[in-house]
């Protein structure tokens, strides 16, 4: 298995495969209780917008995207309108005394890891290779859970994620994490 930086049109299409694979709306409640889901679908025309800006994060095994780690820099905030109240919330918190939104950081706009290759440790290398290629340019890694999706809230948890801060919309409760890279603990 290969962990690497997305460069072809291709691989941009296989992360969309995977992620309408992992949507709640695709899968049981039994499998997401169990295995995770993932709340937002993107286009082809974001992610490759965002992969103009960062490199996104795939794994690849026989020559096919089998996991991803999307980088969303906080220029777009604004496109995807179900993340509005996440990057809104951003901005009213505090974190070691400083307004959270004044710090350097990105966030993990999604991460999915197919099926059969989930509890195979793939989702901590989707991160460590976050860490080895971002964390020169930023401070922390901040992402949101939503609270019934336990099997993501304990993975990230383990890579050494924190909770700061927790909130509802519309569409659920969601808690917002925060991955320290100045902390040694965790990965």
């Not at 298995?1 to 899968?27: A, G, P, R, S």
């Not at 800006?53 to 820099?73: C, D, F, T």
């Not at 290759?117 to 939503?146: A, D, N, P, Q, W």
Request: glycine share 4%; aromatic share 12%.
């Amino acid at each position: 298995m290969k962990i690497k930086c997305t460069e072809t049109h291709d691989e941009l299409n296989q992360i969309l495969e995977i992620q309408k694979e992992n949507h709640y709306n695709n899968v049981s409640k039994n499998f997401m209780n169990d295995k995770g889901f993932v709340t937002v679908l993107h286009s082809f025309k974001m992610l490759k917008k965002m992969h103009t800006k960062a490199p996104q994060i795939i794994a690849k095994e026989h020559g096919q995207v089998v996991a991803y780690a999307l980088v969303m820099l906080k220029e777009f905030k604004t496109l995807i309108p179900v993340l509005s109240p996440m990057f809104k919330t951003i901005e009213k918190i505090n974190f070691k005394g400083k307004a959270l939104n004044s710090l350097s950081f990105y966030v993990m706009g999604q991460i999915c890891v197919k099926d059969q290759y989930k509890r195979k440790g793939v989702f901590k290398k989707l991160y460590l290779k976050h860490k080895e290629l971002y964390s020169g340019m930023f401070e922390y890694c901040i992402t949101e859970v939503s609270s019934s999706n336990k099997p993501s809230m304990m993975a990230h948890q383990k890579i050494g994620f924190q909770t700061i801060y927790t909130f509802k919309d519309t569409t659920d409760e969601w808690k917002i994490l925060l991955w320290d890279w100045n902390e040694t603990k965790g990965v």
